[in-house]
Each structure stands twice: as C-alpha cells, then as structure tokens.
C-alpha cells in the first residue's frame, strides 16, 4: 500500500525531497539563541516569554503529511513531531488572554522577519503543529530550527519556521506590504490549498505557469544559504 497521498491539491507537482524554500532566499538561516523562547504578546494580560524547552512537557503529537507551497511545488509524506497548536493555544496561551477580548486573528514570527497572519479558527484546526521535529530528527536551520508552525492544508507561507513570537489580534491586522506590487501578491487570507486560495486579490491559475518558472532560482538561491551546502571547516 502506498503511503503517499493518492492526489495532490490544484496545481501543485511533487518535487523530490523538500527542499529549502522561502522568502529568505539565499540568506542563511538566523542563529538559534542558547535559551530559545516564544514570545506571546498582543491582547494578552501581560505579554511572557515560554522557553522552548516547555513544549517538551506539553501533550505530543506526531503528525504526517504533505506540504504544499504556494509557487506550486509539493513534498510528500513528512513526519513531523511537536505540540498540537490547539494544546499550545489552550494551555499556554488562552488562560492569558484579557478577560471579555475575542481572539480573531494571530501573527506568527520567525526569527529572520517572515511573518504569517493566520485565523483563529485556521489556527485550531485539528492538524496545525508547532514542530521541532521533521522525520526523527530536531528541526535543521533548513527547515526552521529551532520550531515552526505546521499547517499542512494551507499553503507553505503559513507556516512560519524559526517560530519566535505569536501575536494575538481582535481584528485582521492590516498587511505590512506598502508597494502597490507587494499588495497585490498579498497572501489569502485562509490559503486553503484545497481551495487554491493562493492569493487574496490575484486569481490563481493565471499565476501558475509564472511560479512554476520561479521555483528552480528560488530553490536554488535557498539552497546557498543552506548549512548543509557551505563547506565544512577543514580538520586541523
Ligand atoms: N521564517 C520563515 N518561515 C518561512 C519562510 C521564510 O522565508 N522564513 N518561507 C515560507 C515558505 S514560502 C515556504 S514554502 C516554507 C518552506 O519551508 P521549507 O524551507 O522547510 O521547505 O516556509 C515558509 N516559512
Ligand atoms: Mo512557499
């Protein structure tokens, strides 16, 4: 039996492995600091800092599936292990947040400036993870060490890696992109890769051909910034 999806969502196509990918291009991935922590602020109380060791005491969860990323490429079959963002948010966060304050909208960070804004309700689907580990092994600089968020039924840009902060919202921040080009390559607001819900002003299939000619430079721009491609020091 195979393992592997039977189909993959509206034009995407496998791409072998998982390669390195992200608006991070060629720079290397950011340095993980020796205590790690996630910020919580926004309509918190009183924003706190959980050290990274804590997801180790929460409920694990393991999780396999596919990802799909926005410029059409697809990895299959990943096993992922972490904390189930929804046990994140009920235990950790919920009990901060200010009293009578409903909670529509959360930022997630990373550690080199990437940012996701994600929905409340998309956040506590069943299958969103905060990851720290891909296929039995800690997370590598490549794939967003030291955690980052996992939402395999959205597309790739959900899912922050090098996950340093979470902002919680009451209302849909407003988009950070000011240029009249980056705004309309605003991300979807849901990104439903079931839906293609690829962008949220640009239809999506038009759009394909365009990303398919990007994936080779992006992944190769990514690849040089990754660790495993720079030259190991020589053994004196
Ligand atoms: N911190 C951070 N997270 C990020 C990105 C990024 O550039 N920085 N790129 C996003 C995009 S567009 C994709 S497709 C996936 C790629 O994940 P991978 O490098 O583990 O394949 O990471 C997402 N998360
Ligand atoms: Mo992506």
Redesign the pocket.
């Given at each position: 039996m195979s393992v592997h999806s039977p189909t993959l969502p509206p034009g995407q196509r496998l791409i072998g492995g998982?390669?390195?990918?992200?608006?991070?291009?060629q720079r290397p991935a950011?340095a993980v600091p020796s205590d790690p922590v996630i910020q919580i602020s926004g309509a918190v109380a009183k924003p706190f800092a959980l050290p990274l060791a804590a997801l180790a005491t929460l409920p694990r969860r393991e999780l396999t599936a596919d990802?799909?990323?926005?410029?059409g490429?697809s990895?299959t079959n990943l096993h992922w292990e972490g904390v189930a963002f929804e046990t994140f948010y009920r235990m950790i966060i919920e009990p901060s947040v200010q009293p009578d304050t409903s909670v529509t909208h959360l930022v997630f960070?990373?550690?080199?400036?990437?940012r996701?804004v994600v929905s409340i309700e998309d956040a506590l689907a069943e299958d969103v993870l905060i990851a720290e580990r891909?296929d039995a092994r800690p997370l590598d600089g490549?794939?967003?060490a030291p955690a980052?968020?996992v939402s395999p039924d959205q597309?790739?840009?959900?899912?922050?890696?090098?996950?340093c902060r979470i902002e919680l919202h009451t209302a849909e921040p407003t988009g950070v992109h000011t240029s009249p080009a980056m705004r309309l390559l605003a991300p979807h607001p849901r990104a439903r890769v079931w839906e293609e819900e690829r962008h949220r002003l640009l239809p999506a299939w038009p759009l394909r051909p365009v990303y398919r000619l990007l994936i080779p430079p992006i992944k190769f721009l990514?690849a040089r910034g990754s660790r495993s491609s720079r030259t190991p020091p020589a053994p004196s």
């Open positions: 998982f390669p390195r990918f992200g608006t991070h291009l950011p990802f799909h990323c926005v410029a490429w990895a960070r990373g550690l080199d400036g990437h996701s891909l490549d794939h967003g980052r968020l597309y790739g840009y959900v899912s922050t890696k090098h996950l990514s």
